[in-house]
């Protein structure tokens, strides 16, 4: 029976008093946190299935610290409050990170929870400032609205050779006075014009007519830094038989955009995060292992944001929120689909814009542009 049963002994009453939770098999917990029903359900499902495609290959290839990740959905309801529940709700239920969410005021909702909380956010796609300023355990897997302002002004103003440009843009909306504002600025100190700046808001009457008192500036093209109405005025431009070059940021990568009118523009160009077309290692990788995915630069970068997390619970070694914003915030040319991804001071990427070109209605990837 051997010498030492009392050893025998003590280890099994020692086997028998771990809880089931503390074994390493536990699941570490990420909360998604999207749309799922309102008006912003319309394109996040996109996000939702980036999320989830990460999280599925990172547990066929073994987890994360031994462990498999367990993924939460949450429903944010399109609504900054369904947003704070949904953050709320996450972190009672101890998620060691969030993804999340697409709305620059539904992520500035679950921002404020996340930092309160110390629990670790990235967002993959919302692009205003304000929102990875809530606090150092906030982080974006994309780029910021004054960069893609920026990025599209040079573009205009260089690659174009354009030096007359009116703006249209939602009154009601950050993301597009953010981008007109950057635009504008830019632009200007380069040397361009801006004709003429017409604002509207979304579901309300006289697109043509806004349109028509720009065409009355005489400029070159239009900027249109909205989301799928940018669509509606595309539309209306054709009809009224304008057909002015248009420019948009990266709000026009929906298919809703193209079916709302985008399919009707004969030339046009807009700033985005990522392109099927991009030829790098890893996106042409990514691409070739999904025939069948629809891909879009929202998609991708719900999943580059989702491995994003996943390697820095790895590099902290545990799930204690500050270690894990730590290893986020020491991340190093991190190579995901849409590129290397470092963070500046303020946990924002420096990473390369995308630019491409629609041409009866068609879209192409035309050019990478490096910061």
């Not at 749309?35 to 547990?59: F, L, Y």
């Not at 409050?81 to 909702?109: F, N, R, T, V, Y």
């Not at 070739?288 to 070694?317: F, H, K, N, S, W």
Request: hydrophobic fraction near 40%; charged fraction near 20%; proline fraction near 5%.
């Amino acid at each position: 029976m051997g010498r030492f049963p009392w050893i025998m002994v003590l280890l099994l009453c020692l086997v028998s008093c771990i809880p089931a939770w503390a074994g390493p098999s536990e699941p570490i917990r990420i909360a998604s946190i999207f749309p799922e029903t309102g008006p912003a359900a319309r394109t996040a499902g996109a996000s939702r299935e980036g999320v989830r495609v990460a999280v599925d290959q990172i547990n066929s290839s073994g987890g994360v610290l031994g462990r498999p990740l367990e993924l939460v959905f949450f429903d944010n309801r399109s609504t900054p409050i369904g947003s704070k529940k949904a953050a709320e709700q996450a972190a009672a239920m101890g998620a060691a990170g969030i993804i999340g969410a697409s709305w620059s005021d539904h992520s500035l909702a679950v921002a404020g929870v996340a930092q309160e909380a110390k629990i670790p956010m990235i967002t993959n796609i919302s692009t205003n400032p304000s929102v990875t300023e809530v606090g150092d355990f906030i982080f974006r897997a994309c780029y910021i609205d004054p960069f893609q302002g920026r990025v599209m002004a040079r573009f205009t103003y260089q690659d174009l050779g354009l030096r007359r440009v009116a703006v249209l843009k939602d009154l009601g909306s950050v993301y597009s006075l953010g981008l007109t504002q950057e635009f504008s600025r830019h632009f200007q100190s380069l040397g361009g014009i801006i004709t003429a700046e017409e604002g509207y808001k979304q579901n309300q009457e006289g697109y043509d007519q806004r349109l028509l008192d720009l065409q009355k500036t005489n400029p070159q093209a239009v900027f249109v830094p909205g989301h799928n109405e940018s669509g509606i005025f595309a539309g209306w431009n054709h009809r009224i038989g304008w057909d002015v070059l248009f420019l948009g940021g990266d709000g026009w990568t929906s298919e809703a955009f193209f079916n709302l009118g985008g399919k009707d523009l004969k030339k046009a160009y807009f700033c985005t995060h990522w392109s099927p077309e991009v030829d790098t290692p890893v996106s042409r990788a990514f691409v070739r292992a999904r025939p069948q995915a629809v891909l879009t630069a929202e998609y991708v970068l719900a999943y580059d944001a989702a491995r994003l997390m996943a390697d820095a619970i790895g590099r902290a070694g545990n799930t204690e929120g500050p270690r894990i914003r730590d290893a986020l915030a020491a991340t190093h040319d991190f190579i995901g689909v849409t590129g290397p991804i470092r963070f500046d001071e303020r946990r924002n990427p420096i990473k390369d814009a995308v630019i491409i070109e629609i041409v009866n209605g068609q879209s192409h990837y035309l050019k990478t542009i490096t910061p």
